[in-house]
């Protein structure tokens, strides 16, 4: 397994006529240690193929590697036959190829025609190959051990920040590097984001492969930073495109078609905005729906089922009655919050007569925590609210709603989920933002999903901008989760 | 100096009446793991205020600073006395504070707030106190190094890829942490870029300071990648602010004015390509002029001096005669080859007549390299050049000719410096591209800094799409650079 | 009746408290020559109240004049309830007082306001009522007699050019000017051509009312001058406000929602233009839908309901199976011939692999016009085709397809309308623009209208960029019906 | 001179080879009526070329006309040699065959390329042929005194509202059919701004020619519908081609160069706005520059000199110091009054805090009235003001101040031209537009343009939106001028 710097010379972009190969992780050996690895490919069968930190060996049949590189790398006149039998190769032998190629020496103009392969390729795995393709990339992409210890050791002897510095870049996964150059090729972010998407799903399955998204989490907080971020409101004359995305992201209060959406997107008092990014074009990140109104609402039909352009000037409330996230690739990275400020603060610049911005959110946890709650007080209204038969009988509503605010109050206000955090994702989500849990509707939701989720129950949470800040910082630091007085009141009965 | 967790508790933001502090960084200690630092002030004086990985004694009265930090973070209504007053603090002070608070558990929306203030102090700082703030940097927003020695070892003892991702979070400075956050104002990207030009003139007087560029060049590789760039071509109908921009940063062959501009903008036979990227707007990141000829040139001066508005019909060469790089703080981050060749690809598909893709170039190191040789034949040359009298002398041009270009071809050919790269920077440029040293011209500028630069030498170098590729491997891989039979004839003289 | 100048000084721009009145046209009087009339009133009831070159009497009460004006004119603080009073008046009344405003001498920026009030009243006007208000337009706001005898005779004295300058000067009817200032208002231009829409419906029922149209058309030409108009495609990206347009103007081929929308502007193989005048903003005027095929196509069917997204680089040929003028309003003012000429151009330019630009069009008036012939093989071939029995019987198909042709081709080539013109419209329409009746094609369309107007029968009409304007030529002056091979032969038959 | 509808038939459209003529108007006879007049030519020699509503004679040989139609309306193929040719002969000719050929039987798509022709031919035009052209338009593009005959006589036997829409057809000059068909060409509008603006200065030589502006007059009325125009602030971010052209057209304070005018767009505290028709793309066509400043400015030089960006918040007052008409060919096409309120419109919602909107306006022709004044106290001050030794000397300003406001009050309050309109011609735009006369500010204006029109006198116009109605309603109704208490004060003395 000798390698040397001779044969290490013999590169594979378009010019070493190889044999017989193939390519597959194997596990990083002690003892090497290559700062500057190269793509290559040794001209010997049995061989290695080396590519990013970790070795490669070399099993299968590759004649095609040249060919595909030429592909990969420029348009070779007056060969396209070659061409096209390299890019008939199966999506994971060429998109582990592209990849290794990729972290090669080559110049930067062509990376961009290599990413754009690597990506096309992995567009083109089944769900089977993707699983082996992210394991290369968490065994092939890793780090050099050995360059780390060297680090290490030179830093724990003089700790000072230059050694620091060389300790980052040698426990830097070389999958960061691969991540930024696939980013080169034309619509290469929204492409990683799907892929990111597919890893998670992936890591669902086989956690080992959890450590992969630590790199694509590092990555895309950069890449999302919010300054990078334009908000735009989506109106009847934004491009069908977006608002077909729109349609299809929505998934609090689903969209019956074209009509609805153009009910939602109403001039007079609807307003719609979305976060765009400009490596993901007309791809709406996040978007919230906010309905002008007259008094906070307590109930979501009358906001869906709204007669179209109504006028605004009356309207002292601004609520946000729908808040998506559209790619799930994007995990983590958080953009609601931002949001929801800038779009008070925009709303409050247009129409000064709005007094108070609210929202009318669902409870998603609402309805299992309370079937998964043994006190008997409980037990019995999470039957009577099961049976469904409330919902036509306007009486038996009244007796419950006491105790729909009691029980309703205790989860959000009590109920925990990890790490001493309020049990119900929204309510994370809006007080962890620095809002109030102002008031609680029930009946409010009677759609399937608000009876499945939440037996029907909404929440107001109330943003207040000068108690923002210390809300949040209560919310942090204590736990405190603020609350109007009829929350307050219903816990105590 | 024990610090509990309920001292740790008590909050900057806004809340506590802090007494006297004085916020300075002091070295890293041994035997502390704080995993998530917070931003936090104790109500004793005399005590600690901690910010980041390291820790800040106080010493200093800052009573200003819950004011401040309230005005950082919210319009307080009634108390803008208090917030005029904090805002009048020093701007060392205002820097460094604002950023503490930035690293502390505040909202994401105040952030935004904060991190603007951090910036708008930043940008108030004096030569001197820049120097101070870097410190600051590179001391307070570094590494907790127990916390790479716990993730180390445990990475050791089982160094799988969950392993590294621990020892990877432990060893990123916090510095790229506060970067990030700074970046979240508006505007910042391009006020933190100015921020790394100051960073990097600090660092030739203080080069302890160069631990801190590591990160800035880290994430603007992120930030900068080329899949967020847009290229835009500049003419007479572009905003007046950025034509001034471009006047300013033109540096190649500087412009006289409105009217020198003009003509190189000219719709008939001139372009002008920029990058942008979005979070810097109008800031033109790179840009690169070119000229429609007929032929290949041999001489700038009829370059910029041409009439206006030529038809490009009969051209056949398209001339990059001035690339420029706008901003020093982004040293390092690559843009040249792209563009170049983006333009390539631009302008073959709207005038497909051109057959040839030629720079003009400056030769900048070669005056001096001639200088600094022993051979009698240089030193001779060298003394020829320097006298200026053949400027006027045709003869005098034509009987030194030979020797130029020889001399000259071995300098192109042969001249290394440091790591076998050829000595001219831009000959490493163009070469490590994939272009060809096509031909010597000389004289072809005698414009002071071309004649001080080079004695009046200018190169084309030739960028042919089906060789690129090619010769940049060739150039990488041996060191082999192309380049075209003058130059090979010349070197044999 | 006298009327002294003292009297009509008296304004009627929020001045004088008139007392009763009411507005009425009353014929023109011979032996007044009121080159500058104004809007005046007079005091006393029973007076007249003058409006342009007309005179109107004053009947009724109108005490909610001055304030009316009022309000048509400034925004009159502190007196907004005679303001709301004043525009609670009848839309008739509203809309007759202010366009007498708007021809009296007040500022131009009032003018503005008062045109959109103007058009607003207008905008309210039940059916009756816009007779009435034509009615006005057509007697109150024509000529002076007197001043156009007077310029007569004068010119007919000593017919020079500054003679027929003042006799064009008093022939131009009022109307003219009043359609001017009512074209100050914001929107005004679109309201306008609405308001000839109505205007050419209330022909039909009042065919004394067809010289205001005149009137109109006159404007209208001038305002929709092709020079004006930008031509732009239209695609999933563009607005959904102006998609939604496109599916209420499209009659030809009616769509059915938007995926069949979406599938008419599908990038690949299908291309939308339409054009827009900056005045009518968003309103596509007239839009024509392509599809690029490989061959000329023979029905419709197969156009309507292709796949998504087909690669357009096989496709040779350019089918405009669509074409509609959106605003019955702009009826005259023909736009499709330069419509049809710049997407031949745009589409040449952008795939030159397009060989043939052809229509596949309906021939609305075939099935008329053989029903209404005396010829016993029309007849009975009309029969046959009404059974439609053929639809479902391939060998009837056959069977009957000469015989269609035949007469088919007899229809185009030989029936005649009006004026020597071709019985068919839409033939007029494309003969007249240069193309030739290339191919008859039965049956092509079985929807509905297609069977209805035209037994299913479609035309391909060939726009062939070189014999355009010779086709134009000998159609517009002998009448001669360019036509391929196959009507000839089909009409020998 | 007989014309029988077979030589009629022959035409000129690239198919008659004719033989030898000349085109020149001859007077228009008598008993002739051709309803639809086509583009025609005889083809023996001696014979005649009918174009318009006159006759042409035919003179001279004009073989060319063949080719040059065909070079108009087609590009033919294989005969590039003869467009050539035909493109080659003298513009006068060029022109007037192009619009012969436009006013004939063509195809609309090929009426835009001779459009184009005719204007091209246009601008190749020396003085001396543009005269001849412009009798041209006069003699052979006028009207059919025949047809003019018999619809003024029907109408005379039956005055309705058909006859006089026949009679308005009749007395329509061919010239505007002929300039909106030119204006179909691309870009036409512009150069037939430019035209006309030519033939303002032939009339000056040749009075003769005034019918035909007439026709411009009356289309540009049309074509610049203040509903057509849209205004957009310029500013340091606009187009350097716009920038360029403010330059250039500014009259009223001229500027220096690229400096003086980035002071004039500062952000802060000045403002540029223009109007801009779609058809005439980036020319504005008319401008106002602004200064928000505190108070009534009393001169113009701290205006001009100010120091750039300032900070808007303390202003209250918007000052209107400069506003310019770009196109001399618009002359007559009022703008400024609409653009003047719209600006309030806009700085009033952008700024609430400004209370006042001023011009602070130059008084051109009061230097001029004065010095023709026969009154000893007028002759007096007039020498006083001309040896121009006050300027430098304080003392003699206060002694002559009073005087000068004595007489400059006159000047503004009482001094008229032709139709009892004041005097001074910016007074009368102002006044005419509801605006006072506020206030006299002398010395004010001490630039070279300022001491020679007005001995450095300018003057405050009031633009008070509440009286603004009123104001020009007594103006137009009366002559009543607005005014100040400082006028009514120095009238007095």
Redesign the interface.
């Known amino acids: 397994m000798a390698f040397s710097r001779s044969t290490r010379?013999r590169?594979v972009?378009?010019?070493v006529m190889v044999g017989s190969f193939v390519i597959a992780p194997i596990p990083?050996q002690r003892g090497r240690n290559v700062h500057h690895p190269v793509c290559c490919i040794q001209q010997d069968p049995g061989r290695v193929y080396h590519a990013g930190g970790g070795w490669i060996m070399v099993k299968q049949r590759l004649t095609f590697l040249a060919d595909f590189v030429e592909a990969l790398?420029?348009r070779k006149?007056g060969d396209e036959d070659a061409t096209r039998t390299a890019l008939a190769r199966p999506p994971l032998e060429r998109a582990t190829v592209a990849c290794a190629v990729l972290m090669g020496?080559?110049?930067?103009?062509?990376r961009?025609a290599v990413a754009d392969q690597a990506l096309s390729a992995y567009g083109d795995l089944e769900d089977g190959d993707r699983l082996e393709f992210f394991r290369t990339l968490?065994?092939a992409y890793?780090?050099d051990?050995d360059r780390?210890?060297q680090a290490?050791a030179a830093?724990?002897a003089a700790?000072?920040?230059?050694g620091?510095?060389r300790?980052?870049?040698a426990?830097?996964?070389r999958r960061q590097t691969l991540l930024?150059r696939l980013?080169?090729?034309?619509g290469?972010?929204l492409r990683l984001v799907r892929m990111r998407e597919h890893l998670l799903e992936a890591i669902r399955q086989d956690p080992?492969l959890?450590?992969?998204d630590?790199?694509f989490a590092?990555?895309f907080?950069?890449?999302f930073?919010?300054?990078?971020l334009?908000m735009r409101r989506i109106d009847?004359?934004?491009?069908?495109?977006?608002?077909?995305k729109l349609m299809a992201y929505e998934s609090v209060h689903r969209m019956a078609?074209?009509d609805d959406l153009?009910r939602r997107l109403a001039d007079g008092d609807r307003r719609l905005y979305a976060f765009f990014h400009?490596?993901t074009g007309?791809e709406p990140l996040i978007f919230v729906e906010v309905a002008l109104t007259r008094g906070i609402p307590d109930a979501i039909a009358p906001i869906l089922t709204a007669p179209h352009d109504r006028d605004p000037a009356p309207a002292d409330t601004a609520v946000f009655y729908s808040i998506n996230n559209s790619l799930a690739g994007l995990k983590g990275v958080?953009f609601g919050?931002?949001l929801i400020?800038q779009v008070v603060a925009v709303l409050s610049a247009e129409l000064p007569q709005l007094r108070c911005f609210v929202t009318l959110s669902p409870v998603p946890g609402f309805a299992r925590w309370l079937g998964a709650q043994d006190d008997p007080r409980m037990t019995a209204l999470a039957g009577a609210l099961s049976r469904g038969d409330w919902q036509a009988d306007p009486g038996l509503v009244e007796s419950l709603r006491p105790e729909v605010e009691a029980v309703a109050a205790r989860y959000i206000l009590n109920a925990k989920a990890r790490g001493d955090q309020p049990a119900d994702p929204v309510a994370r989500f809006h007080l962890g933002?620095?809002a109030s849990a102002h008031r609680l509707n029930w009946p409010a939701d009677l759609a399937p999903s608000g009876l499945r989720g939440a037996h029907g129950l909404m929440i107001n949470y109330l943003y207040e901008?000068?108690a923002?800040?210390?809300r949040?910082?209560a919310f942090?630091?204590?736990g405190t989760v603020a609350h109007g007085p009829q929350l307050a009141e219903a816990r105590a009965r």
């Open positions: 010379m590169w972009v378009g010019r990083a790398t420029r006149r020496r080559i110049g930067d103009a062509a961009v968490r065994d890793g780090v051990a780390i210890r290490y830093w724990d700790p000072d920040a230059a620091v510095a300790l980052f870049g426990v830097e996964p930024r980013n080169l090729a034309p290469a972010t080992a959890a450590p992969i630590e790199d590092h990555l907080a950069s890449w930073n919010r300054g990078f334009t009847w004359n934004s491009p069908a495109a977006v608002l077909e078609g074209w153009k400009p490596a007309d958080s919050n931002f400020k933002n620095g901008l000068d923002i800040e210390a949040h910082e942090i630091r204590d």
